[in-house]
């Protein structure tokens, strides 16, 4: 069965301290993993997609990999803007997403 | 240019009525999606339309759920018989590829 686990939950930095958020995904036939952000209230809004393991793609202060397991998305020096919640969806091989429940990151000033 | 749109952008009704939610997705793209979310959740899959067909319908709930898209472009969301645990937020999304896929803020449902 298809799964997708993020984690934290939750995450709560001080402005400048780097992290990294995990997704954990069992998805058959993997052609790809999408990482979004949430802002309360809004639609998903695109970040990076990544199709192989060991690929990274970067934007601004973030940073996406991917591993055949996991996918960590890397802040670096965050700002109370990168407050929101970030969504990873594995994409299986019937071009189906499956959006894990989110890490919801506060960055506090 | 403009990114998706969908209206309205809230929706109250009550237990039993027909809701029909619309989504305008960007110009030229030819994949549509349609996504519900509930608090504290990811989006959840319903349903994939590539050109006017549905290509993937696997994720509709059960047959009180209907999308269709006639002319390849705008899509209606038709939910018949609504019931409170329809409420949620239904999201559009449309791609002109699988590089990645772009939503519209959303309509908040509402079933009393």
């Known amino acids: 069965e298809d799964q997708v686990t993020q984690s934290p939950e939750a995450l709560r930095l001080q402005e400048g301290e780097s992290s990294s958020l995990n997704c954990s995904y069992t998805?058959?036939?993997?052609?790809?993993l999408f990482w979004y952000r949430q802002d309360p209230g809004k639609g998903p809004e695109f970040l990076f997609t990544?199709?192989?393991a060991g690929e990274e793609k970067e934007k601004e202060r973030l940073k996406a990999t991917l591993t055949k397991k996991e996918s960590f998305l890397h802040i670096t020096a965050p700002k109370p803007e990168d407050s929101a919640t970030y969504l990873c969806?594995?994409?299986?091989?019937?071009?189906?997403?499956?959006f894990g429940t989110g890490t919801r990151l506060t960055v506090i000033p | 240019g403009a990114g998706v749109s969908q209206t309205p952008s809230n929706k109250v009704t009550e237990k039993g009525k027909y809701v029909e939610l619309r989504c305008d997705p960007i110009?030229?793209?030819?994949?549509l999606y349609w996504y519900r979310q509930s608090l504290g959740q990811g989006p959840e899959f319903l349903i994939y339309?590539?050109?006017?067909?549905?290509?993937?319908d696997s994720g509709l709930p059960n047959d009180r759920f209907f999308a269709v898209r006639p002319e390849g472009s705008v899509s209606t969301l038709k939910i018949q018989r609504t019931e409170r645990g329809d409420s949620a937020v239904y999201l559009c999304a449309s791609s002109a590829n699988r590089e990645g896929l772009f939503f519209g803020p959303g309509t908040r449902l509402t079933v009393l």
């Open positions: 339309f590539q050109g006017t067909g549905a290509a993937d």
């Open positions: 969806a594995p994409c299986d091989g019937a071009n189906n997403l499956f």
């Open positions: 990544l199709y192989s």
């Open positions: 110009s030229g793209h030819t994949a």
């Open positions: 998805v058959s036939g993997l052609r790809g």
